[in-house]
């Protein structure tokens, strides 16, 4: 028994850098790993112009007031309110509190 033993221990021993080397050997046969790096690019998207929306000050600040609204087939403005145009869409806005009363969408 205790030859056996001996045997296998001393077989151990000797097999071992063999099981190594082959595990390295594996390793230079990987396919390398890649690390690709991913930009995204972030679109701003406008919203659709609805009615009741309140709009800010700052997005005021980047409409054009239209004062020629009959060229534009558009009915005169009630008395606190406004005419703008926003990209291709023309909104009535209440002068004070920013509140879009009529959309009429790209004419």
Sequence with gaps: MKKI?????SA????????VSQASADDYRRPPVVHKRVIV?????RPHWKKGYRVNASER????DVNDYRR?????????YRWVRADNDYLLIGVTSGIISSVIAGR
Excluded: D
Excluded at 12 to 19: D, E, Q, Y
Excluded at 72 to 80: D, I
């Design 5 to 9: 033993f001996a045997a296998l221990l």
């Design 12 to 19: 151990s021993f000797l097999l071992s850098p063999m099981v």
């Design 41 to 45: 690019e972030k679109t701003v998207i």
């Design 61 to 64: 600040r980047r409409f054009s």
């Design 72 to 80: 534009y087939r558009l009915a005169p403005p009630p008395r606190g």
